[in-house]
């Protein structure tokens, strides 16, 4: 598969190629090259880095931990706090270092979609804060930050009943297409942000952006939980390394004792 992402020149240039494919040589169900890895940051108690297509996301993770102001802490349950923010290198015109409202909204959106799969009822009166950076958007960002911050959230070992996969599903020309680069996402006529906790086929975000009909938007869901349980298996998979070499090292250590 060709990942380079063409950006168009005229907006009038059609998003598909003569051979039927999208600019970027994908078919229509078919995801942006995705690369993975857990505890990139030493400072954090879990982090993630997740390339998604060109985007470049970092997670850091702290927590459960003690709140504070603590007037802000819940007496049933654990806060779950989020703060994604952009790089100002990270898109083609530069961004204010200071938090827009589109910030400020995704912060929320991303902690909404990450909350029900964590077990906050065992943390009343604590905090667990997520910070997502955004080192290079490529269209999509919300979803693959979910990805990037269940990652960090499991490799900072808070318990979870499921881990959660984000993927938005579009429309370009016409057709519903999973997984919408930054030119499809810009250019095409939809976009619905969605995000999956895999194993409990439980939807914790849908949004939806454009004109679809029931079957467009039916055909998109479909779409769209196949492409988040295809990352589902990269996650999974990209733990399972991790938490080997982890035994593989406690066991050196107990070892050398
Ligand atoms: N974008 C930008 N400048 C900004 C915010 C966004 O150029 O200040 C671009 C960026 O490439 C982003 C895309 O617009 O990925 C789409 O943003 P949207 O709000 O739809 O969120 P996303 O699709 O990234 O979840």
Redesign the pocket.
């Known amino acids: 598969m060709n990942n380079v992402t063409l950006v168009r020149k005229e907006p009038s240039e059609s998003l598909f190629r003569e051979d039927g494919l999208r600019l970027d040589g994908r078919g229509l169900d078919e995801l942006r090259p995705i690369r993975m890895e857990v505890g990139v940051l030493n400072n954090a108690d879990g982090s993630a880095y997740v390339e998604h297509g060109k985007?470049k996301i970092v997670a850091a993770v702290y927590g459960p931990r003690e709140l504070h102001p603590k007037h802000l802490a819940l007496p049933d349950k654990a806060l779950v706090r989020c703060e994604y923010r952009?790089a100002t290198f990270s898109?083609?015109?530069r961004?204010s270092p200071a938090p827009?409202r589109?910030e400020v909204e995704?912060s929320k959106v991303i902690r909404e979609s990450l909350e029900p799969a964590i077990f906050v009822y065992k943390y009343p009166r604590a905090t667990i804060d997520v910070f997502v950076q955004i080192l290079q958007?490529?269209?999509?960002?919300?979803?693959a930050s979910i990805t990037a911050a269940a990652l960090a959230l499991a490799d900072a070992g808070v318990p979870m009943r499921d881990l959660v996969v984000g993927c938005?599903v579009g429309k370009i020309e016409g057709k519903v297409a999973v997984d919408l680069s930054?030119v499809e996402?810009?250019l095409g006529e939809g976009?619905i942000?969605m995000a999956l906790m895999p194993t409990k086929k439980v939807i914790t975000l849908l949004q939806s952006d454009g004109d679809f009909t029931p079957e467009e938007f039916k055909q998109a869901l479909e779409m769209g939980i196949a492409a988040c349980e295809k990352i589902y298996e990269m996650q999974r998979d990209i733990l399972i390394e991790r938490y080997s070499k982890v035994r593989e090292e406690v066991a050196e250590e107990q070892e050398e004792e």
């Open positions: 985007n952009m898109v083609e015109e961004k827009g589109r995704l958007a490529d269209g999509g960002t919300r979803c938005a930054d996402d810009k976009d942000p």
